[in-house]
């Protein structure tokens, strides 16, 4: 009886293990630079969440080795309205497009944007499919972008090269 107690004891383990290791190495956020003003003090990161469940939380977003932007606001689109690259990240009635505080929003699963875009182009998207993207606004050109996030859990850290 021991025995068999022992061996779940360290089945359990090791599959807990195993699950911790496999998400920490296959990271769920997807990102990539979508859009930027000339002077390179805007960006546009597109964002996702390619797993098959479990929602990404967005915790914070660091420019030009860990500074905090003057201004970050998550979009959320779809794929029929697209993005935008602006500095103005107010909610209007007749938009289509919102800005949120990264903090109060989820990145749902299935919310690849290439993804997205092969919809688009085939002709299969809807206004129920989901578009992200991280709006980023500084004073200087931003170089580089880290997004720091929670998956099921684990903390996870994304750090894109602008150049």
């Known amino acids: 009886m021991n025995k068999k107690v022992l061996v779940t004891v360290a089945l359990v383990i090791l599959l807990l293990a195993g699950s911790y290791t496999y998400l920490k190495v296959n990271p769920r956020l997807v990102a990539t630079q979508t859009g930027y003003t000339t002077d390179r003090q805007i960006q546009v990161i597109g964002v996702g969440n390619k797993g098959l469940f479990g ?46 505080d990264f903090h109060s929003v989820s990145l749902q699963t299935g919310t690849v944007p290439s993804d997205q875009i092969v919809k688009l182009r085939e002709g ?5 499919d989901i578009l992200y993207a991280i709006s980023i606004v500084h004073d200087n050109p931003i170089e580089e972008v880290t997004i720091k996030y929670h998956h099921l859990g ?8 602008l150049h």
């Open 55 to 100: 929602d990404i939380q967005i915790k914070e977003v660091l420019i030009n080795n860990n500074v905090v932007p003057s201004n970050a606001k998550l979009q959320i689109s779809n794929p029929l309205v697209g993005l935008t690259v602006t500095d103005r990240f107010f909610n209007e009635e007749q938009s289509t497009i919102l800005f949120e």
């Open 124 to 128: 299969t998207a809807t206004e129920e």
């Open 154 to 161: 684990i903390s996870h850290k994304k750090t894109l090269s």
